[in-house]
């Protein structure tokens, strides 16, 4: 079993939190981290805009809300993202979602430059990717799964793009393309099956 240090959850944001620091850094032509280039501010506040609609648009079927109640404990959903990542525009305002449909989710944020730690604890095939989503026992902060950074259909679909050498500012444009036409749809399939499967050994641990 693997536990998470509380010192990363110290200095988490809340979800509020989180979109204010986005909103407030897209407003002012800012963006989280030490790199402040011209294309990571234009991206958050592309992101700013996104994260707005999406949050309105999307709503959680019921065979996501029934397998998140199903774990029947108090959980902690801790995200590592930055403002200027597209994939994490896409994904945070759905898990923002779906954590205020229940009473057992509480979801913090952790910068990714900020936690470079924590970031290290959570590699994808040796890299910093995000956005990262680690669900944990609120009792006692034991990790029952992590998700990110992105549904394995957008990884393959982005692994198609990449592999046609196409250049990393029309791969951005590509996948936001591809975000736009799945609608939330392969998240709503692959992260329901994400909290079954943890249901499920959280009912074979009891």
């Known amino acids: 079993m693997k536990y998470l240090k509380s ?76 403002a200027w990542c597209g994939d994490a525009a896409y994904y945070i305002p759905m898990l923002q979602k779906l954590a205020e449909t229940s009473d057992g989710l509480e979801l913090n944020f952790a910068l990714r430059d900020a936690k470079p730690e924590l970031m290290d604890a959570f590699l994808t095939n040796g890299a910093r990717s995000i956005p990262k989503f680690i669900l944990l026992r609120k009792v006692n902060l034991e990790v029952l799964g992590v998700w990110g950074p992105r549904t394995q259909k957008a990884a393959d679909y982005r692994a198609t793009l990449v592999s046609q050498g196409i250049e990393a500012k029309d791969i951005a444009v590509g996948m936001q393309r591809w975000y736009l036409q799945d609608m939330g749809q392969s998240f709503q399939q692959e992260f329901t099956d994400f909290l079954v499967n943890i249901s499920k050994a959280v009912h074979n641990q009891q």
Do not use: H
């Open 7 to 82: 010192e990363f959850l110290n200095q988490a944001m809340t979800a509020p939190q989180y979109q204010r620091l986005v909103q407030d850094c897209a407003a002012t032509g800012k963006t989280t981290g030490a790199i402040q280039s011209e294309a990571l501010i234009q991206y958050t506040k592309l992101n700013a805009a996104r994260s707005r609609r999406i949050y309105k648009r999307w709503a959680p079927q019921p065979e996501l809300l029934n397998a998140l109640q199903s774990i029947q404990e108090p959980m902690l959903g801790l995200c590592i993202t930055e």
